[in-house]
């Protein structure tokens, strides 16, 4: 599956994004897609999964009050909404798909990756 991120930008703190990675080659529901982050001069990150049986979202503790996962099969597209955004967001965000559901923050199970979309948070 290739896989196409978008939606990035410069926002201000408080603001909303929502990104979009498009899968081509497979559709969506029929892979798990994750979206991870990558801040200057820190480790990739788990943000949010979600389900490829299902549409279930595993979302990380640290932007689950802010962030949602979501899917449209028939777009071949999944979302990640981004609310009240923070300067400690700012970061390359990218995504990956893989074939089952479990141990989703795991980058090293991921087989497919985007290109990587930037998201800058500052006033």
């Known amino acids: 599956v290739q896989l196409q991120a978008s939606g990035g930008g410069l926002v201000q703190p408080g603001g909303s994004l929502r990104l979009s990675c498009a899968a081509s080659?497979?559709?969506?529901?029929?892979?798990?897609v994750a979206w991870f982050r990558r801040a200057p001069g820190k480790e990739r990150e788990f943000v949010a999964a979600i389900s490829r049986i299902d549409g279930r979202p595993d979302v990380a503790d640290s932007v689950k009050d802010r962030f949602t996962i979501s899917r449209d099969n028939a777009k071949s597209t999944v979302y990640l909404q981004m609310n009240s955004l923070k300067p400690e967001d700012t970061a390359v965000y990218y995504c990956a798909a893989k074939t089952d559901f479990f141990r989703n923050y795991d980058p090293r199970k991921y087989h497919s990756w985007g290109q990587g979309t930037q998201v800058t948070v500052s006033s």
């Open positions: 080659g497979r559709t969506v529901s029929g892979a798990a």
